[in-house]
């Protein structure tokens, strides 16, 4: 008897460990996965942002079948190294946070929320419902590549790496989207997938989920899914059409073109005081932009041309660095990345003055001091629409 296991376990790894088409690998997982009822696990989340700064974040998590959610499909619950609790029980979502003792709930979350864009890929590593688009999408898709096989947690898998062009004209070409998965053998379960953002062959964004300790099928209670702050926690109701209301009323106080740039006094990477007001008489450009923004380090290299394409005239660009970490040198990674325009820091209070709601946004600003032009977020064609700009602005008399 014992010898028949041992004979079964070497077949069953052959086969696991053995070269594979990597669509049967795919679809063999989702299929299995359409059968698991409940999970948990944990998970490691690791990201590296565009500036190369990295993040880890533990949690606990547990999962439940729900087939009355089209849109998510399961409950979920998860719990953060800090205490933190985030629930979802097919109508609501809930964000308990101990330290200030309040409770965050939006209710109809699959209608609204950033959580589910967050966590869908974790819920769909375990628990998958029929799909016959996803099917026909992975049928028709030629980017799979075999990548072997190897563990994860213990468990034997099969990785399957893709490489997909991002469909979106505005960031142009050389822009992809790489995946890795570790397809468990036995089950099916996604116990480790990798991410990698390219953007004009930028590393915009880099993330690992690992999954560990996965037990399936277990029992769980619906009221672990139920958010219960006790009674001293402050409540949060988030409402979407308030909050609508609110976006557009911030937005509405965003400097416009004719208005009088605000002046501003910041210091270089050097600890060079830089005086907006001293540079009257020329054309200014300012970048609102961060390290830890992929989309404004995309618009790096097309700020870069127009500050080649103007230096020596009356002119003058900064970016404006925001939001930063103590830990970020902004001003360092523009030289590392190989530009050359300067960078002015601790831009937050200049960013609120003008206005700034997203990131990047650029302001020129004409000769007299009055705002030219507002160019919010990236957009491959930005760099000639500024450019023509500040020409039309320095062919003007002195």
Request: net charge negative; aromatic share 10%.
């Amino acid at each position: 008897m014992r010898n028949i296991l041992i004979f079964l376990s070497l077949i069953l790894f052959s086969a696991c460990g053995a070269k594979q088409d990597p669509k049967e690998i795919i679809i063999s997982s989702y299929q299995k996965r359409l059968n698991i009822l409940s999970a948990q696990f944990n998970v490691s989340e690791v990201s590296i942002s565009s500036s190369g700064v990295k993040k880890l974040t533990e949690y606990k998590v547990w999962l439940k079948r729900n087939e009355n959610d089209n849109a998510i499909h399961a409950k979920i619950r998860l719990e953060d190294s800090e205490g933190n609790i985030i629930t979802y029980n097919g109508r609501t979502y809930a964000m308990l946070m101990p330290k200030n003792k309040s409770v965050f709930i939006v209710e109809k979350i699959f209608q609204s929320s950033e959580f589910i864009k967050k966590y869908i890929n974790i819920i769909k590593a375990v628990i998958r419902t029929t799909d016959k688009k996803y099917e026909d999408n992975i049928n028709k898709d030629s980017s799979f590549v075999y990548q072997g096989s190897a563990n994860s947690d213990g468990v034997k898998c099969l990785l399957v790496k893709s490489e997909a062009p991002l469909d979106n004209e505005d960031i142009g070409p050389n822009s992809n989207h790489i995946s890795i998965n570790y397809y468990g053998c036995e089950d099916g379960v996604i116990r480790k997938f990798e991410n990698v953002l390219l953007v004009n062959n930028i590393k915009i964004e880099e993330e690992k989920y690992i999954l560990k300790n996965v037990q399936l099928n277990v029992l769980i209670p619906d009221s672990l899914f139920k958010p219960r702050p006790p009674a001293d926690y402050e409540v949060e109701y988030f409402r979407p059409e308030k909050q609508d209301e609110a976006d557009d009323s911030e937005e509405s106080h965003t400097l416009q073109e004719g208005d009088t740039a605000p002046d501003f006094t910041l210091k270089d990477s050097k600890g060079n005081e830089v005086k907006l007001s001293s540079f009257l008489g020329k054309v200014i450009v300012l970048d609102f932009w961060g390290t830890w923004c992929p989309w404004c380090v995309v618009a790096i290299p097309k700020i870069q041309a127009i500050y080649d394409k103007f230096k020596g005239k009356p002119f003058e660009l900064y970016g404006v660095s925001c939001r930063e970490t103590n830990e970020a040198d902004p001003a360092g990674f523009i030289r590392e990345k190989g530009f050359s325009y300067k960078t002015l820091i601790h831009g937050d209070d200049v960013a609120k003055d003008y206005g700034v709601t997203g990131y990047p946004t650029l302001f020129i600003i004409g000769k007299d001091g009055k705002i030219l032009f507002v160019h919010p977020g990236y957009s491959k064609d930005m760099e000639k629409e500024l450019s023509d700009v500040i020409e039309k602005e320095l062919e003007k008399p002195a």
